[in-house]
Nanobody, 119 residues
Framework: QVQLVESGGGLVQAGGSLRLSCAAS????????MGWFRQGPGKEREFVAS????????DYTDSVKGRFTISRDSAKNAIYLQMNSLKLEDTAVYFC????????????WGQGTQVTVSS
């Protein structure tokens, strides 16, 4: 099992920026990719972005393309989510997740970090 700890959430005005971090520990060698998900008030959890650990290939949901950037630091076993031009609708609890074989099962999750965007 991989332990994931998110940090960096907070309150920001619309148009501002935040950078989320996720530190991984434990059996992280089996991780194929890592990602960010979010769950807004009264909404279901949704995919935000992912990055393949070895290749660095990234994927984003359409609503954040051009505004959010996911990256990784292999030496620190960490991923990041740089969020720019934040909108009110980005308000959510953001979760870090790790995906192993078979891809798509998103086996391990962090506890989440709150991001609140105000007008």
């Amino acid at each position: 099992q991989v332990q994931l700890v998110e940090s960096g959430g907070g309150l920001v005005q619309a148009g501002g920026s935040l950078r989320l971090s996720c530190a991984a520990s434990g059996r992280s060698f089996s991780t194929i990719r890592m990602g960010w998900f979010r769950q807004g008030p009264g909404k279901e959890r949704e995919f935000v972005a992912s990055i393949y650990w070895r290749s660095g290939i990234t994927d984003y949901t359409d609503s954040v393309k051009g505004r959010f950037t996911i990256s990784r630091d292999s030496a620190k076993n960490a991923i990041y989510l740089q969020m720019n031009s934040l909108k009110l609708e980005d308000t959510a609890v953001y979760f870090c997740a790790a995906d192993k074989v078979p891809i798509g099962t998103w086996d391990d999750w962090g506890q989440g970090t709150q991001v609140t965007v105000s007008s």
